[in-house]
């Protein structure tokens, strides 16, 4: 189940409102010894965190699907470079990050109970039936329950008074809701800054050297082309360098299926219109401050690589007018029910 972006919390009755984490989407899938970790674009992610494998096996309930967030608390916040470090390293590494900064999976929905599909119920009742099979579990173990309320102050409170903790933002659900995978008619959210999924389509090289200067943003319309809709360049010498082993190895044709990036400008260089296509697979997070005519009017600042994203999923739609006008700054709070 999707939400939709919005500015501001919807404030009439028979809402529910959620911290929105700022960690990975996952669903977890247990049948009897069997355990599954999936992201919401379909990858397995148990192999990354077998810490919340054992931690599922070791639940009384045996038949069950829970719809959660994993993070990783640390030093009172959650650290999303703690999670993007356990994609893709060798087993040993993984156990011992598992070890050393363990991760925890948040729960908000239950769409599986007893092996019963409860996805057609509303969401209160849902939500109901989830806080029965936290009621005689550890507040402070790998799997936890994630706050909700239905009082619109509580979710202003978390806005205000949590700010630079960790949280990306708030999610409101309507209470009268069934789950409907890949809707996003009955759940908003406010983030704490006026971000947006892109795809890399392409780079281009520094003025000097070999290294990345700039990558080429990408958004996908309703008939599937990429359009380049921007670049970030907010990188130090070190990153830049660093960058040139994640995209090389992608260089492929045509990157961008839409618009394609443009030719000179007064402003660039005969160097700086250069670009390199890349394979549609890398999907990032970029703060923007302003978009209209197509494409971000200004660079944008690169916050972090997104691999729990399917590329597919990077559309128009995040910068369609008005999706996240007044978006206000939000904290954390702690990951206690």
Excluded at 97 to 104: D, K, M, N, Q, R
Excluded at 200 to 213: K, L, N, S, T, Y
């Amino acid at each position: 189940m999707e939400a939709r972006a919005t500015g501001e919390l919807p404030a009439e009755s028979g809402w529910r409102y959620e911290p929105k984490w700022d960690g990975f989407r996952c669903l977890a899938f247990r049948d009897d010894e069997r355990v599954a970790l999936q992201s919401k674009s379909g990858q397995p992610f148990g192999r990354y965190f077998p810490e919340l494998v054992s931690a599922l096996l070791a639940l009384p309930a045996r038949a069950f699907v829970l719809d959660g967030e994993i993070v990783i608390p640390e030093d009172g916040t959650l650290s999303f470079d703690a999670l993007l470090q356990r994609i893709h390293p060798a087993e040993r590494r993984v156990q011992k990050l598992a070890h050393e900064t363990p991760a925890v999976l948040l729960a908000f929905d239950l769409l599986v109970e007893a092996g019963k599909d409860v996805t057609g119920l509303p969401l209160a009742e849902r939500r109901a039936r989830l806080e029965r099979f936290f009621a005689a579990l550890p507040e402070d173990g790998r799997v936890r329950l994630s706050p909700s309320s239905t009082a619109l102050d509580v979710a202003r409170g978390w806005m205000r008074e949590l700010a630079g903790s960790g949280l990306d933002g708030v999610i409101a659900k309507r209470a009268d809701a069934a789950y409907a995978s890949g809707e996003r008619t009955a759940m908003v959210k406010v983030k704490n800054v006026r971000s947006a999924d892109c795809v890399v389509g392409g780079f281009r090289r520094a003025e000097r050297g070999r290294e990345v200067g700039s990558l080429l943003l990408g958004l996908y319309d309703d008939e599937g082309l990429l359009h380049h809709v921007g670049f970030a360049a907010s990188f130090d010498a070190a990153e830049r360098a660093g960058l040139r082993t994640v995209v090389e190895p992608l260089v492929h044709p045509p990157g961008f299926t839409g618009r394609a990036p443009g030719g000179p400008s007064r402003w660039s260089t005969g160097r700086s219109t250069e670009w390199e296509p890349l394979r549609p697979t890398l999907v990032c997070e970029v703060r923007y401050d302003h978009y209209s005519g197509g494409r971000f009017r200004h660079g944008t600042k690169f916050l972090r690589w997104r691999p729990d994203k399917a590329p597919r999923q990077c559309t128009l739609a995040q910068v369609a007018p008005g999706a996240r006008r007044g978006a206000k700054a939000v904290g954390c709070p702690p990951t206690r029910s």
